[in-house]
């Protein structure tokens, strides 16, 4: 499964896609594939603050719900529409299929982060759910 | 024992397939220390006859052959006798939760049903399939608006049921869930100056019951305007659901709790009854209890499944919106059938008649005893005032076979001798006059009694 | 496509719509008796606040409600019509003199707030109930309040936090096994306290080591389902209970299992502080699609203040009341008194028994589990060797390999006309086949299943497809769960509005 390079991840299977100041939050299609069809995000609201490591929303499939954990803490300054009235389109394309942006607030927190090939080698050792 | 379908050989057979030589090999596990070695101290085995005469000395010494004025959360309604005949099927009474839905289609299907007419008669979106009763189903309308709005306090009317507060306290205790009792005014309704001095930007709601627990109907607009002009959220809790039938349910309500037990379930001594929780779609997620959505199979037939289950507890666990598992389904399906029996237009007509004989009997006691909260329009219920203890008008009564109205003093010490009659479409014009004249004989006695005692100054 | 066994076969089955679907303006089911008072002026009374309009409520006739119901009960998979091998729901016989019983008049029309005087019989059931019940159980006091088993653990919880609170020292945390109901910890969570897990041994018991470990001043309890959820009973349930009373912490029991207890063993026997009962399972009270349930609590004396009001007390002059003066109490959990109506059947259900036949109803109970457990042993996994009491957990490994999951299973389970056992719980056995016969299943019943659980096996070596696709018989296939959650419909909309009469 191809990751993205220039994504970081975490070990909860969200990415993160960063330029140094402003970011973009998903989660992995390895996350997609363990849940399943998904019918629901819980997202915050533009404006609310992220905590590195604190839960932010979830996602919800029929039979399972993910927390969703913040990669980094920041300022979220737009949150995906689609995903309210369209939340299959993660199951499409988790990449493409972003959930927030938001400003960062230590952009130092992305160094603790996975690279596409060592969360490859995380999610090849974690095995299967 | 009749209920153990198993011969002696059958065991016998058993046991050797299993490779034991008894019964109390299987119990090896449990340590010998705390094994029982004699008989439970429980009543001897009876026959079904004797089950039977037992549970009918039970019903003679609990009142049978009485009528009743009692309301105040639990009402006396006429049940259609199809409700027992179509609930007793065994494939209703003994199926279980309907979470394979391919076999549980009839439990799924009324279900549905339920919460449509649900929808229909509160004018709500959205209506889950049952809380326990209408007291937890107030506690968790509440616990659902302080997590969708955020806030903390919330504002409870005294006109609800004291019981229903009582549980509200009990649930919120734990939650760090501060509570502001707001009072009734002297039209029975809650007191708008005072609630809207007491809520504050951290309160998540307000809770009201209409019609309330003096039967006093509350102005639920303006309780909404209050509500929603200060951010906060507006929860009514509806005790008596025969009431929907001719009054206009709350529906600038953001979420309602319902007791649906005047729909077809018996008093039954307390329960078990059917709470209800019914609400915007918006605040669906939110919502605890089960829910049955319409859906399709594989050949896009029509079919019926519980849905949003990761609210749930068996999702969740920790997280989720209740801990509620077993509900009320049984007793849902019963109020199912009487909606359907009734309808749309015998609720109204049932309403009406419910409204016809209280107004009378209201009329017939405001002749020898003082009527309160008047001020504003009731349902089938009304609180009077005696000059006697109505316990010991009661007490007379009771030598009539006739159950009188509830004495409010336990709950309202400050009425005084007041007492909260309810008359429903059961209840005769004979028996509402032999009452009246109860309180009339009351009212006179006492009068006479000051008489005899001119030293006494007359208040 | 294989055969079905000789337990069920297709047949006919009505089709039925919405009660909407049929509605039509002028049908009626129901006859009001004439007004014997004055007629009202609805607007006169009312005001503002008169309904004029119930919009789509429906309008049908006797007999057409008689075939809608009925038609929709035939979809149904009952008691009545055979085993559920549910674990941890103890599906076992519901009497039909419970529901007579219960129906006597001054029992089904008893108000609960009549006079004490024309109480004396609803009290005396609730009386001899929790008489029976705390000597079934080995308890000192007992609340019947609880509507439900959840509602139980609630109180229970809130006993708990009660007697710390009274000590003055609150504390923080519940600990909770891996293996236990979900309503553990979505209890805990709603009582405040925080919830931390605490892993099974190898033996899928508690380890009584971690618990060691994790046992501080800070736990107020354990919440322990004895047997287990994989019908293992906990050997070292003392040990467990010295660990936590030492440090000041009690044990809860999730009675859900007590079937497999009731006259061999008494929790307050082996140092349970506060536990409750599941009426709707061990005592035969009817699961009617969902419910309603009863969750009694039992206590021993330490607990007693804090029980819920009112308490029933026997007077001096041997009357029965119910006492509200509980300065400790911990309030109301529910309206009234509980769901009376399900104390009676429970009643019933012991007098029925009495002390033979509840022990033989135990004894049976574990023997049909056993027996279906060496009937499938070697066909599926096996997870843990231990011995089982009432139920039996197996996992769905070996059929994994051929891409057959559980739920599978169960599913195609249906088509040979049993209802499915239990899937994937406790979580602590992946792929998890949970069964619990009850002592209500005919030796004929259990060959029957095990005769379909061998077939099923085979089938999924042979032809797994078969499998994976079930059920094949059912009115439904099986339903678009996603397409629910995600555009949830919850309930019917005529086509076009209504227009008002």
């Not at chain 1, 130092?108 to 982060?113: E, G, T």
């Not at chain 2, 065994?90 to 439990?107: D, K, M, R």
């Not at chain 2, 309780?223 to 009054?247: F, N, P, Q, W, Y």
């Amino acid at each position: 499964m191809p990751y993205p390079a220039d994504f970081k991840y975490t070990k909860e299977h969200e990415w993160i896609k960063s330029d140094g100041t402003t970011a973009t939050i998903g989660i992995t299609t390895y996350a997609q594939d363990s849940l399943g069809d998904i019918v629901f995000v819980e997202l915050p609201k533009v404006g609310a603050e992220l905590t590195a490591g604190k839960t932010f929303g979830s996602v919800e499939s029929v039979k399972a719900v993910s927390d969703l954990y913040a990669p980094a803490s920041g300022t979220v300054t737009e949150v995906n529409p689609e995903l309210a009235t369209a939340p299959e389109k993660i199951n499409q394309d988790a990449h493409a299929a972003w959930m927030l942006k938001m400003t960062l607030k230590n952009p130092v927190d992305l160094k603790a982060l996975l690279s596409s090939s060592d969360y490859e080698k995380f999610i090849s050792e974690e095995g299967g759910h | 024992m009749r209920y153990l379908p198993k011969s002696p050989a059958d065991r016998k057979a058993m046991l050797e397939a299993i490779g034991v030589n008894s019964i109390d090999d299987l119990f090896s596990p449990i340590p010998a220390e705390y094994r029982l070695n004699r008989d439970l101290k429980v009543p001897r085995q009876m026959a079904e006859s004797e089950i039977v005469d037992w549970f009918r000395e039970r019903s003679r010494e609990n009142g049978d052959g009485h009528s009743t004025f009692l309301g105040a959360g639990a009402y006396y309604h006429y049940r259609p006798v199809i409700i027992d005949s179509l609930i007793s099927r065994g494939e209703f009474l003994t199926a279980y939760t309907p979470y394979q839905a391919e076999i549980s289609q009839g439990t799924l299907q009324s279900i549905f049903e339920f919460q449509t007419m649900i929808c229909e008669l509160t004018g709500m979106e959205v209506a889950n399939a049952s809380m326990y009763d209408g007291s937890t189903a107030a506690a968790e309308a509440v616990m659902m608006a302080v997590r969708l709005t955020g806030r903390r306090t919330v504002a409870v009317a005294r006109s609800v049921h004291p019981e229903y507060r009582e549980v509200l306290a009990t649930y919120a205790f734990h939650q760090g869930m501060p509570l502001a009792t707001i009072s009734f005014s002297d039209t029975g309704r809650i007191n708008l100056k005072e609630l809207e001095a007491a809520i504050t930007s951290d309160t998540a709601c307000i809770l009201v019951q209409s019609p309330n627990f003096f039967g006093t109907i509350e102005d639920v607009e303006a309780v909404a305007e209050i509500a929603h002009r200060k951010g906060a959220m507006l929860v009514v809790a509806i005790a008596e659901a025969i009431s929907l039938g001719i009054v206009e349910p709350p529906r600038s309500a953001d979420v309602i709790a319902m007791e649906a037990q005047s729909f077809g379930v018996p008093l039954g001594f307390g329960g078990p009854y059917c709470g209800v929780i019914a609400t915007r779609e918006s605040n669906v997620r939110q919502m605890p209890g089960r829910l049955v959505g319409q859906t399709t199979d594989r050949n896009g037939k029509r079919g019926f499944v519980l849905t949003l289950a990761t609210r749930e507890q068996h999702i969740r666990r920790e997280k989720a919106t209740s801990n509620i598992c077993t509900n009320q389904a049984l007793i849902a399906l019963m109020a199912n059938i009487y909606m359907t029996v009734y309808g749309k237009v015998g609720l109204k007509e049932l309403a009406r008649q419910n409204l016809a004989k209280t107004a009378y009997a209201a009329d017939q006691f405001s002749k020898h005893g003082n009527i309160l909260f008047s001020g504003a329009p009731r349902f089938n219920e009304f609180v009077v005032q005696t000059s006697e203890d109505p316990y010991a008008i009661n007490s007379r009564l009771l030598g009539h076979k006739i159950v009188g109205g509830f004495p409010l003093k336990k709950f309202y010490p400050e009425l005084g001798n007041a007492s909260l009659w309810c008359c429903t479409e059961l209840t005769s014009r004979s028996l509402i006059d032999t009452a009246a004249g109860h309180v009339a004989e009351s009212e006179r006695s006492v009068r006479s009694a000051k008489e005899e005692t001119p030293e006494e100054v007359a208040r | 496509m294989k055969h079905f066994t000789r337990k069920a076969t297709r047949h006919v089955s009505q089709n039925e719509g919405l009660i909407f679907e049929k509605s039509s303006s002028g049908k009626a089911a129901w006859r009001l008796a004439p007004l014997d008072v004055p007629e009202v002026d609805t607007e006169k009374l009312l005001g503002l606040s008169e309904r004029k309009d119930l919009g789509n409520m429906p309008e049908v006739s006797e007999i057409e409600i008689i075939r809608h119901f009925t038609r929709l009960s035939t979809w149904n998979y009952a008691i009545d019509l055979g085993m559920y091998p549910l674990g941890s729901c103890t599906m076992k016989y519901n009497p039909r003199v419970n529901e007579v019983v219960s129906r006597l008049e001054g029992i089904a029309n008893g108000h609960p707030y009549q006079p004490e005087k024309i109480s004396q019989g609803a009290m005396r059931i609730i009386k001899t109930l929790s008489d029976c019940l705390l000597e079934i159980t080995g308890m000192e006091a007992i609340t019947l309040q609880p509507a439900a088993g959840a509602h139980g653990e609630l109180t229970g919880l809130l006993l708990i936090r009660a007697h710390h609170d009274s000590k003055g020292a609150p504390r923080k945390k519940v600990l909770i096994p891996d293996s236990a109901h979900g309503t553990n910890p979505a209890t805990a969570a709603m009582v405040g306290y925080a919830v931390e897990n605490l892993k099974s041994n190898a033996s899928g018991m508690v380890d009584v080591a971690a618990l060691e470990a994790q046992m501080n001043e800070d736990v107020a309890a354990l919440m322990l389902t004895n047997p287990n959820t994989l019908g293992v009973f906990e050997q070292e349930i003392h040990k467990i209970a010295d660990i936590l009373h030492a440090k000041g912490g009690l044990l809860y029991m999730d009675g859900a299992n007590m079937n497999a207890l009731v006259s061999k063993v008494r929790p307050g026997d082996f140092g349970v502080d506060v536990m409750h009962l599941n009426l709707h399972k061990t005592f035969s009270t009817p699961h009617g699609g969902g419910g309603p349930g009863s969750g009694p609590v039992a206590v021993k004396k330490q607990l007693e203040p804090f029980l819920p009001r009112p308490v029933l007390i026997s007077k001096s002059d041997g009357t029965l009341g119910f006492d509200y003066d509980r300065p400790q109490s911990i309030g109301r959990v529910r309206s009234f008194y509980g769901n009376f109506g399900m104390f009676v059947r429970a009643l019933a259900y012991i007098l029925a028994n009495g002390p033979d036949g509840l022990r033989q109803t135990t004894e049976d109970a574990v023997l049909n589990a056993n027996y279906i457990r060496k009937g499938l042993e070697g066909v599926y996994d096996l997870p843990y060797s231990s011995a089982s009491m009432h139920e039996v957990v197996f996992s769905d490994k070996l059929q994994a390999k051929k891409g057959a999951r559980t739920m599978d299973i169960a599913k195609r389970l249906i088509d040979y006309g049993f209802h499915p056992y239990t899937t994937a719980f406790p979580l602590i056995v992946p792929g998890a086949l949970m069964i619990e016969p009850t002592e209500s299943e005919p030796k004929e019943e259990l060959d029957l299943f095990i005769e379909a659980m061998r077939a099923i096996a085979q089938e999924v070596e042979e032809d797994a497809e078969v499998v994976r696709t079930a059920p094949h018989s059912t009115r439904v296939s099986r339903l678009d769960e996603t397409a629910a959650a995600r555009k949830p419909v919850l309930r019917w909309k005529p086509a076009e509005p209504k227009r008002e009469a």
